[in-house]
C-alpha cells in the first residue's frame, strides 16, 4: 500500500511538470503572456514571457532599423519595472536585479542590470522576431525584488497592458507564503490579487 501511495504521488508531481513542458513545445498563442510570481521571505520573484508580435508587433525577422528600434525600445521598458507592474508602495519593495532579453531560436538579445553603455553592434544579428526555422519569438524579463513588509504585498497591477496594446490577457501563477495560486488577468481586469 505505501509503495502505490509513493507512485501516485510521483505521478501526481509529475504530471504539471509534463502539462507545462508540453503547453511550452505546443503553445505560442498571440495576445497570451505568462507571469511566474514567487514570494517568500520578503524576497519576490517575477518572470515574465510574452510573445514578439504582441510587444512588437512582428515575427519577422527583424533587420530595417526600425524594427532593430522597436526591438531595443521594447528591451528597454521591460527594463523598466515599473512600467511594466505596479507593486503596493506599503510593501517597501526594492529592485535588486532585472533581465530583459528577445529568444528566438538559437539567439537571444539580453540586457539587464549591468552596463547597458556597452556596443550593441554584436547585438545586431542576434535581434531577429522570428527565427529562420519559422520559429516564434519571445520577450522574457525577469525581476528580483526585496520587500521590507511582505504582508503589504496582497496586489500587483500591470500597466504592461498599456504598453503593449496587441496584449489580450496575462496567465499568471503564483506562490506565497499562504499557498499557490493561479489567475487570469486582462486589460480591463490588470490587476492581481494574492491570496
Known sequence: MTRTLTSFAAICLALPAAAQETRDLDAHEHGVSTVEIALENGMLQIDLLSPGVDIVGFEYEASTPEDKDA?????RQ????????????????????????????????????????????????????????????EFHASYAFACEDE????????PFFELFGNAREIEVQYVTASGAGAAELAPDAAELTLE
Open 71 to 75: 526591438v531595443e525600445a521594447a528591451i
Open 151 to 158: 504582508a503589504a504585498l496582497t496586489t500587483i497591477g500591470f
Open 78 to 137: 521591460f527594463l523598466d519595472p515599473e512600467s511594466i507592474m505596479k507593486l503596493p508602495d506599503a510593501a517597501g519593495c526594492r529592485l535588486t536585479e532585472v533581465l530583459a532579453h528577445l529568444h528566438t531560436g538559437d539567439h537571444d538579445h539580453v540586457e539587464g542590470d549591468h552596463d547597458h553603455d556597452h556596443d550593441h553592434a554584436e547585438d545586431e544579428d542576434h535581434d531577429h522576431a522570428e527565427d529562420e526555422n519559422g520559429g516564434h519569438s
